[in-house]
């Protein structure tokens, strides 16, 4: 059934209201790393530079692995709110809000071990771990802060609300810089802590975050916390939250497994190959930080259209969100392909790195319109809660696609770091083909909630 023009031009005008201020909270998520490394490089010792940087990846690394909360949070509460189901909504918020507080109260307590896991793993000199352990002990004790923010951003954008997590996550990179500035330095009448202001600024922005979240909840969503929600420890509505967060974290750590492979195996290669991967890393990010935008927005409409049971408008959704995450990729590939050596020398005065860097403008371009297509369909599976294939695609495409590509581009044709963005391309292939063959059919329509 073709959209007619009034309804594909609302259709659109819906998709860019939720995938714009999305984009805008995606591109500020790493902020709080970033920040705090740029506050951290004017201290004194290299090593607190060092300490901050591993600290931020390894925290990173741990709530990444946990962001199911935020995905299965808006998937069933985008079905529930298009079924006109507001009880259920308030359950999956308090059910969620359970194992968030749970999690990071589990992160919280076991910090210290965590901590030296993580750079038993990551490495660094001496000074690098031990400044680098109590930044990461300091920031852990905000991880239940972390997760329940988690599930009040699900929440939100399950009920088709894309501005309140993007002035939330405004106003913790505000915080964050005030705080990262008073505490580091000691200005302000605050007291100097260096490395450790840098974390305890991190816990007061995200406290500070969550505050005013309840408060929107509270005042905007009051209706909501007055319906009294089913019965918490409902096994089926427990059983099928479990379920979720079970798929979405698995496909987590697959991904996470692929890109911490890459990057074990491209230290191996030397620190210019190391630096050159850091910068075309971060360049490769920047699109994903977009796309999310749109995926974001096909998660709230795609759920909010299969829990009326509207499957026509569900598939008409994920069709549009498809065409406009393809179209914005395609200028990120124009840009890469012509401009990624000048892009690359803006991020280093190292011309060897730089070089290297640009030399791969082939693999990081031209892999872009297929990135941007997997991105929105995992945002459409999300959504129509199919997190069981999505877990399955993503384990697919890491052990069975990219696992045995990587090994043969790098160590069976010695292609250096070429042959590990050639690896990663095959599994941005893998998962597109795996996705694709769903996508294609109906059954992701029939996967969500009956409610």
């Not at 995606?26 to 530079?49: E, K, M, Q």
């Not at 005013?212 to 939250?241: A, H, S």
Request: hydrophobic content about 60%; charged content about 10%; glycine content about 12%.
């Amino acid at each position: 059934m073709a959209i007619l023009g009034g309804e594909q031009k609302a259709l659109d005008r819906q998709i860019f209201r939720l995938g714009v201020p999305s984009m805008v909270a995606s591109l500020s998520v790493p902020l709080i790393g970033i920040v705090d490394t740029i506050f951290v490089g004017h201290l004194p010792d290299v090593a607190f530079l060092g300490a901050v940087s591993v600290g931020s990846v390894i925290f990173d690394v741990l709530y990444w692995g946990l962001g199911f909360l935020r995905m299965g949070t808006t998937a069933l509460t985008a079905q529930y709110f298009g079924a006109g189901q507001p009880r259920n909504c308030t359950g999956v918020l308090f059910q969620a809000g359970i194992i968030a507080l749970l999690a990071g109260l589990f992160l919280a307590l076991f910090r210290a071990p965590l901590a030296d896991l993580g750079f038993w793993l990551a490495g660094g000199s001496d000074d690098v771990q031990m400044w680098g352990k109590q930044y990461l002990a300091v920031r852990m004790l905000g991880a239940p802060l972390v997760l329940l923010s988690f599930v009040l951003m699900g929440f939100f954008r399950g009920l088709a609300d894309a501005m309140t997590p993007m002035w939330l996550t405004i106003v913790v990179n505000v915080v964050n810089v005030v705080a990262d500035y008073a505490l580091i330095y000691g200005k302000w009448g605050a007291p100097e802590l260096g490395v450790v202001g840098a974390a305890w600024a991190s816990v007061f922005a995200t406290g500070t975050g969550l505050v005013f979240g309840f408060g929107i909840l509270l005042f905007k969503y009051r209706t909501y916390l007055v319906e009294r929600p089913q019965n918490l420890l409902d096994l089926q509505k427990l059983r099928l939250l479990g379920a979720t967060n079970f798929n979405l974290f698995g496909r987590t750590a697959c991904l996470l497994f692929a890109q911490f492979f890459m990057l074990s195996q491209v230290a191996r290669m030397g620190e210019v190959a190391l630096a050159a991967n850091a910068v075309l890393i971060q360049v490769w990010s920047l699109v994903s930080y977009c796309i999310d935008g749109i995926a974001h927005a096909a998660e709230t409409l795609v759920g909010n259209a299969l829990g009326a049971k509207d499957f026509v408008l569900g598939r008409q959704v994920a069709g549009r969100c498809l065409l406009w995450g393809v179209l914005a990729s395609l200028f990120y590939t124009v840009v890469y392909m012509f401009g990624l050596d000048v892009i690359a020398n803006a991020f280093t005065d190292h011309q060897a790195v730089a070089q290297l860097a640009g030399a791969q403008w082939l693999w990081v371009s031209l892999i872009l319109p297929v990135n941007a297509a997997v991105f929105v369909w995992d945002g459409v599976f999300i959504g129509a809660n199919d997190t069981r294939y999505l877990f399955g695609a993503m384990a697919v495409a890491s052990f069975v696609v990219f696992l045995p590509a990587f090994i043969i581009f790098v160590y069976g044709f010695s292609w250096g770091l070429t042959g590990a963005w050639l690896g990663l391309n095959s599994l941005m292939v893998g998962r597109f083909i795996m996705l694709w063959r769903r996508y294609v059919g109906d059954v992701w329509l029939r996967s969500a909630v009956d409610v």
